[in-house]
């Protein structure tokens, strides 16, 4: 397959799914049909771009044949395929979730199309070779989650998306006053061609620079509740169905994060010296913050989504630290969050399906009931606050050692006690959801949803395939290792991705 097709189709397989799905409105059986399709697809088309850029470091295509800087340029590297592959394996749970565990109305009336055009921009973020298509791609991301959130129109969903949209569009206005900037300063957009001007050593406006600089970090930092612009997450994603905010909780922040790691090894370089320390202390309060939040919630969806706060604040960490084993360190931990986090908000979903209740204090026993499930929570909590040799001890421990290799030993010990919250905090539904008796507010075995045993096997599916994954990226870790080291080095050391995209161009 060539590469041209290989970097289009993770774009013309959602895009053209939701157009078949649109064909099919209100018909839910032949749009879950046509989703399944397309989610096999698109998995499989992103393990060929994967292993072609394993191979190869960089693929490129130009749009219309036109050269570089002055097309629309699609290049893939290690970091944007390995969150490419993320993304399709739990767009794969979450589909096969969506079709028990969501409601047959919103499943008919819009959920379909929209997870694949959500899947469509998050192709379009890691795929982009362009400033400005960076914001249009995100832009279409957006609208997605502002519609997914939506979907259903209850109060709570209603008041939380409210939310969301505003403060969204606050973040976009930073990101084109950036890119609006940059223009000015350098009458280009393509991301190559901007490496190489800002790298030249007469290059102009370094002020100007550092303020473009800081409007995309406002801007990607409350798209990924970075502190202290976290405020809205928590709101906003506890209060749609676990099928929509497991996507969403699980993949949307992270391009956040996957953005401003992009950008900061690939453009703003040139005022390192004030920029690192400032994500320093963003990376400790973050991670704090998010903990301390998690920890004094009561509710087993407020708990998840406080603790992606949190486990922003470890990503944004190895930016911070911005040596190859502190890039890479983010790079795995970014994508062993991705399954992590979507794993938990679907155990969550699980739970919910049967009691029909969030709240710690009105559940308990479920161990005793469910057994498979609770082993299913415990193994992915226990990855979560990275208890070895589990994933999310590799992530933490690559980190932690380029954080004292550095010098950062005080951003290391909040790393290392916002870990040991973290298992407190997973304990604490541990304890009040599956191993403590049923409290005497429980609901009523005769008010319990009635849910199949064939059901309640297909909801764990999804749990065990994305467990499988994480067990494997744990206990054989070492493939990802040197995938996240590999494209750590490609993005700290520029000169093969502009070599590949402005291979038809000679910057003057």
């Known amino acids: 397959m060539s590469s041209d097709l290989l970097l289009l189709l993770p774009l013309l397989i959602p895009l053209y799914g939701a157009l078949v799905c649109l064909m099919f409105w209100q018909q839910e ?113 957006l609208i997605c989650c502002f519609a997914l959130l939506s979907l259903g129109g209850t109060k709570g969903q209603l008041e939380g998306t409210l939310k969301y949209v505003t403060i969204n569009f606050l973040a976009s206005g930073f990101l084109l006053a950036g890119v609006g900037v940059m223009y000015s300063l350098y009458g280009a957009l393509n991301l190559a061609e901007l490496a190489l001007m800002v790298r030249q ?42 099928a929509i905010s497991a996507l969403i909780a699980g993949l949307v922040t992270k391009v956040g994060i996957y953005t401003l790691i992009r950008l900061f090894t690939l453009i703003f370089i040139s005022d390192l010296g004030f920029m690192l320390p400032l994500l320093a202390i963003l990376s400790g309060f973050t991670m704090l913050i998010g903990v301390i939040g998690a920890a004094a919630q009561t509710d087993f969806k407020k708990i998840l989504s406080f603790h992606i706060i949190s486990q922003i604040g470890y990503m944004l960490m190895g930016l911070a630290i911005y040596t190859p084993l502190a890039i890479a360190g983010s790079v795995f931990f970014i994508v062993h969050n991705i399954l992590v986090k979507t794993n938990l908000f679907l155990i969550s979903g699980v739970v919910a399906q049967r009691y029909r209740t969030f709240s710690l204090k009105k559940l308990g026993g479920v161990y005793l009931h469910q057994p498979v499930l609770a082993l299913l929570f415990l193994l992915s909590a226990l990855s979560l606050a990275g208890t070895p040799p589990l994933s999310g001890f590799w992530g933490k421990l690559m980190l932690a050692k380029a954080g004292l290799e550095a010098g950062a030993y005080t951003l290391v010990g909040v790393s290392l006690c916002v870990s040991l919250i973290t298992l407190f905090s997973m304990t604490k539904i541990w304890n009040e959801v599956f191993w403590k008796p049923k409290p005497g507010n429980h609901i009523p075995d005769k008010d319990l949803a009635p849910v199949s045993l064939l059901r309640l096997r297909q909801l764990h599916l999804p749990v065990i395939l994305l467990l499988v994954v994480i067990l494997f990226i744990g206990v054989y ?16 050391h520029i000169e093969k991705y502009t070599e590949t995209v402005l291979s038809n161009k000679t910057l003057k």
């Not at 290059?203 to 809205?232: E, Q, T, Y």
């Not at 290792?481 to 750590?488: C, D, E, H, P």
């Open 29 to 141: 059986q032949w749009q879950a049909v046509m989703v399944g399709l397309a989610q096999i697809a698109w998995m499989t088309t992103i393990v060929f771009l994967m292993q072609r850029v394993m191979a190869e470091e960089v693929l490129v295509t130009q749009i219309g044949n036109w050269p570089a800087p002055f097309g629309i340029t699609l290049v893939a590297d290690i970091f944007g395929a390995l969150m490419l592959l993320a993304a399709a394996v739990i767009g794969i749970a979450v589909y096969l979730f969506s079709l028990q565990g969501l409601d047959v109305t919103r499943r008919r009336f819009g959920y379909y199309p929209l997870l694949l055009l959500l899947q469509m921009g998050v192709s379009g973020v890691c795929l982009t070779g362009d400033l400005f298509n960076l914001f249009v791609w995100f832009e279409v991301l």
């Open 201 to 242: 050593p007469e290059h102009p406006n370094l002020p100007l620079l550092s303020m473009a600089s800081v409007f995309f970090l406002v801007g990607f930092g409350i798209k990924s509740a970075i502190f202290p612009l976290f405020f809205w997450l928590p709101a906003s994603y506890h209060s749609p169905p676990v």
């Open 477 to 492: 870790a070492r493939p990802l290792v040197q995938l996240s080291v590999r494209a750590a080095n490609g993005l700290l």
